[in-house]
């Protein structure tokens, strides 16, 4: 199993980014599919989740109207768009899954600042 997260980056408040994160190695349709953070000196926090098929969703209350969590079952991949940036959006992103155990990408670190 492996994912690898892309798209983080410097944007000033307000801007946005998409996050991708690329899977391999298992079914990637059958498996719902989550998106962590962790700011610095802070516990990782879930910031959204989707359904294997992409019918259901569920937003952290932080990033609620502010970001959009959706997958390709075709191409193993899932997103996470980011609008409405805030400083305290600034951490690293990770891509989760749970197949017996979890299995987390190596993250891609989002700075949100002017």
């Known amino acids: 199993v492996q994912l690898v997260e892309s798209g983080g980056g410097l944007v000033q408040p307000g801007g946005s980014l998409r996050l991708s994160c690329v899977t391999s190695?298992?079914?990637?349709?059958?498996?719902?599919m989550r998106w962590y953070r962790q700011a610095p000196g802070s516990e990782r926090e879930l910031v959204a989740s989707?359904?294997?098929?992409?019918?259901?969703?569920n937003y952290g209350d932080s990033v609620k109207g502010r970001f959009t969590i959706s997958r390709d079952n075709a191409k193993s991949t899932v997103f996470l768009q980011m609008n409405s940036l805030k400083v305290e959006d600034t951490a690293v992103y990770y891509c989760?899954?749970?197949?017996?155990?979890?299995?987390w990408g190596k993250g891609t670190l989002v700075t949100v600042s002017s």
């Open positions: 989707i359904s294997s098929t992409g019918s259901i969703t």
């Open positions: 190695g298992f079914s990637f349709s059958t498996y719902p």
């Open positions: 989760n899954t749970f197949i017996r155990s979890d299995y």
